[in-house]
């Protein structure tokens, strides 16, 4: 059996992969755990020189890097750029933190010494998607190995030349052999995986429907999982709101990594007062961005990354359409001559309770308008989803705008005036159908160690 890799641009094979026998699977997996036992005892001064330099070989390599995803999945050069940059930050933001966020917490009890030690589990699974090649499995791989963990990565199969790119930097950059390694396999194979006695927990970034399998599956095993899942984040934009900032903000989120970004701005709630004229001021913001060849400097916006979703998301808009939504701008296939999985910036108006789009994750470059009466009434549809990773609140009154984010809005992360983003300062993750368990931050390092408590009488 073999992966296919495929350029979302023109529909080309563009490797193929032979997949690994489960033979070479369970050899893999014994190497890594051959490595942790060593690894583990590592001082955190090592571990963090090396992240240090995975670090360094990831800014030297940012430009090939970049045109890697370019190719794969579609992301615009100057995004990947970006993306490669990010993931050199969070390597050396937990070079620099990962001693303090790890060391031993003392606690008084009637013991002469008590206190919580955080020590590595062993070999994590991390099953991930193709939309942020690098950055979604670095933001788990950096606290991990500065934990004192290894890891194994099961990619999504159209981005196997990224996936075993980082297997090459985490090789170059000094780190003991097999500390970290790639799975080339499909998703059948993973239930396997999780249950090979080596592997004491697994991550997984993607849909509802793949974290329900993999929680389950690890849960049977009564092993740690981490699931970061998807999200119809909503955007709400009050009567004060600078409507101008706003409506670029909302662009810039809606069309990030050609619109499929999990905490992408999806559902657009604006109270009735403003609601004409940020569409007005939306719709021309989403005009202008340039759809394009990726490798174009000036593209914004490149091809979604398979052929198959952009045509689910075709179907999307459709029934939407059908069943009364407006569409006010796109909606459309593109004749680009020789282009392959492009769709328009689409915006749809006047969704309501009902409607598919109302309740359903839409990942493309298609925004979603509500209409609300006041600003009750926004957070009330704002929290109406099943989801709940990011949300987002536009107004001029700080102080309300706080406590909304704060109080109000059920989400993992929201943000006041700007668009949700992950940092490696802070911790990102969801609830409900969003998943649960965090990354980054000290709450991400935390998650796959033993906290053990050590009592001395």
């Excluded at 099961?154 to 170059?172: F, P, T, Y």
């Excluded at 998807?230 to 990594?257: K, T, W």
């Excluded at 979604?304 to 952009?310: A, G, Q």
Aim: glycine letters at 8%; charged letters at 25%.
């Amino acid at each position: 059996m073999s992966i296919q890799s495929i350029n979302p641009v023109n529909g080309k094979i563009i490797k193929n992969y032979k997949e690994h026998t489960l033979k070479q699977i369970n050899k893999k997996i014994g190497a890594t755990h051959d490595a942790w036992l060593q690894w583990q005892t590592t001082s955190f001064s090592e571990r963090a020189s090396l992240l240090k330099s995975a670090s360094v070989l990831l800014i030297k390599r940012k430009e090939k890097l970049a045109a890697l995803m370019a190719i794969e999945m579609g992301k615009p050069i100057k995004d990947g750029i970006a993306e490669i940059e990010k993931c050199a930050s969070v390597c050396d933001y937990y070079a620099d933190n990962g001693e303090e966020f790890l060391k031993d917490e003392l606690i008084k009890t009637e013991a002469s010494k008590s206190y919580v030690s955080f020590r590595p589990l062993g070999p994590v699974l991390a099953v991930m998607p193709w939309n942020f090649p690098y950055w979604q499995l670095f933001r788990f791989l950096a606290p991990a190995l500065m934990a004192g963990n290894c890891g194994l990565l099961k990619h999504a199969s159209n981005v196997s030349g990224c996936a075993l790119s980082i297997e090459q930097i985490i090789r170059d950059a000094g780190f003991p052999e097999n500390i970290f390694q790639v799975l080339l396999i499909n998703s059948k194979v993973v239930k396997e995986v999780i249950a090979h006695p080596f592997i004491k927990a697994v991550t997984l970034t993607g849909s509802t429907e793949a974290g329900i399998q993999v929680a389950q599956q690890a849960a049977q095993l009564l092993k740690k999982s981490v699931l970061e899942l998807g999200g119809s984040d909503p955007y709400i934009v009050l009567e004060d709101a600078d409507l101008e900032q706003a409506a670029d903000i909302c662009a810039q989120s809606r069309l990030i990594n050609n619109g499929q970004s999990c905490i992408a701005a999806k559902r657009f709630i604006v109270v009735k007062g403003v609601e004409k004229e940020f569409v007005r001021l939306f719709k021309a913001k989403m005009e202008a961005r340039k759809t394009g060849d990726p490798f174009d400097e000036r593209t914004n916006l490149g091809p979604m990354s398979r052929l198959d979703l952009r045509d689910e998301l075709h179907l999307q808009v459709q029934e939407n359409i059908k069943a009364g939504a407006k569409c006010i701008l796109g909606g459309q296939i593109p004749n680009f001559k020789g282009r392959h999985a492009f769709y328009t910036p689409t915006i749809l108006t006047g969704i309501k309770k009902g409607m598919p789009a109302y309740q359903e994750e839409i990942f493309g470059p298609v925004a979603l308008v509500i209409s609300a009466m006041n600003t009750d009434d926004a957070i009330r549809i704002a929290n109406d989803t099943p989801f709940g990773l990011g949300a987002a609140v536009f107004t001029k009154d700080g102080s309300l705008g706080e406590q909304i984010a704060k109080t109000k809005l059920n989400a993992g992360s929201c943000f006041v005036n700007s668009f949700v983003k992950s940092d490696p300062r802070l911790p990102f993750g969801g609830i409900n159908q969003s998943g649960y368990g965090r990354e980054l931050g000290v709450f991400g390092i935390r998650e796959f160690v033993n906290i053990k408590t050590v009592y001395i009488k």
